[in-house]
C-alpha cells in the first residue's frame, strides 16, 4: 500500500515565524502535490512538483514555496506565516503522468497561526 | 478552465437507503478519468471509484457505482445500502492540464443517521 506522511498532524505557530511542512511518500511517485483545504473551498493546489527540484505553481501559490531535494520527500515552506493561513494542509503523491494516475493522500495537517 | 461542481453541499441518508452526490464538469481533456475521493472525519482522503471516460459502462465498487453521462459532463456517484461508516466529506475530481492535476469539487458532506 502507498503512505503517504505528513510530519505533523496539529502545529500552532505565531505570526511572521518560519513554517516547515514535510511529506514523505514510500512508493518511489514522480509526482507530489500540496494542498490547502478550507470549508465551503474544497482543495486548492499551491503547489505540484513532478520530479526531483522541479516544481510548478498551483492555484495559490503566494506566500508558499517548496523543496524538493529527494524524490520522496516535499516540503512546504511559508517564510512568513500569517493569520490567513491558518488551514489544513494536505499532501499527496501519484505515480507518473499517466491518464489514469490516481493520488494517495496523507492525513493532514491542521495548521493554526497566532 | 476545468471547473467542477458540486451542488449538494450537504446531504443526509437513512443506513440502508440509497443516495445519489451529483457532480458536473467541464473539461477541455479528449482522454480522461473522473475520480470520487471520500474523507471521513478526522481521516485522510482516499479514492471510492474512478470513471474512464472513453468507457461506455458506469464504474461499480461494491456498494458504489456511478452514473457518467458524458455529453452532459455529469459524474454522479450513487451509495447502495448506506452504512455509518460511509459518513464523509466527498469530493468529486477531474484531470486538467497534463495529467498529472486535478481539479477537485467543493465537496459534499454526507451523514449517514443511524
Known amino acids: 500500500d502507498v503512505k503517504v506522511t505528513q510530519s505533523s498532524r496539529y502545529l500552532v505557530k505565531r505570526t511572521g515565524e518560519k513554517v516547515f511542512l514535510e511529506c514523505v511518500q514510500d512508493?518511489?511517485?514522480?509526482?507530489m502535490f500540496w494542498y490547502r483545504q478550507d470549508p465551503g473551498l474544497g482543495l486548492r493546489l499551491i503547489y505540484f512538483?513532478?520530479?526531483?527540484?522541479?516544481?510548478e505553481k498551483g492555484d495559490i501559490p503566494e506566500g508558499y514555496s517548496v523543496s524538493r531535494e529527494k524524490k520522496e520527500r516535499f516540503s512546504l515552506i511559508l517564510e512568513s506565516a500569517s493569520t490567513n493561513q491558518t488551514s489544513m494542509y494536505l499532501c499527496?503523491?501519484?505515480?507518473?503522468?499517466?491518464?489514469?494516475?490516481?493520488?494517495?493522500f496523507g492525513a493532514g495537517t491542521r495548521l493554526s497561526v497566532l | 478552465a476545468q471547473t467542477v461542481t458540486q451542488s449538494q453541499p450537504e446531504m443526509s441518508v437513512q443506513e440502508a437507503e440509497t443516495v445519489t452526490l451529483s457532480c458536473t464538469y467541464d473539461?477541455?481533456?479528449?482522454?480522461?478519468?473522473l475520480f470520487w475521493y471520500k474523507q471521513p472525519p478526522s481521516r485522510q482522503m482516499i479514492l471510492v471509484i474512478r470513471?474512464?471516460?472513453?468507457?461506455?459502462q458506469n464504474a461499480t465498487e461494491n456498494r458504489f457505482s456511478v452514473n457518467f453521462q458524458k455529453a452532459a459532463k455529469s459524474f454522479s456517484l450513487k451509495i447502495s445500502d448506506s452504512q455509518l461508516g460511509d459518513t464523509a466529506m466527498y469530493f468529486c475530481?477531474?484531470?486538467?492540464?497534463?495529467?498529472?492535476?486535478?481539479?477537485f469539487g467543493k465537496g459534499t458532506l454526507l451523514t449517514v443517521n443511524p
Open positions: 499527496a503523491s501519484s505515480l507518473g503522468s499517466t491518464v489514469s494516475n490516481i493520488q494517495y
Open positions: 512508493m518511489d511517485h514522480e509526482n
Open positions: 512538483s513532478y520530479d526531483v527540484k522541479m516544481k
Open positions: 473539461t477541455s481533456e479528449n482522454n480522461y478519468y
Open positions: 470513471q474512464e471516460a472513453y468507457k461506455q
Open positions: 475530481a477531474v484531470p486538467r492540464g497534463s495529467n498529472y492535476k486535478l481539479t
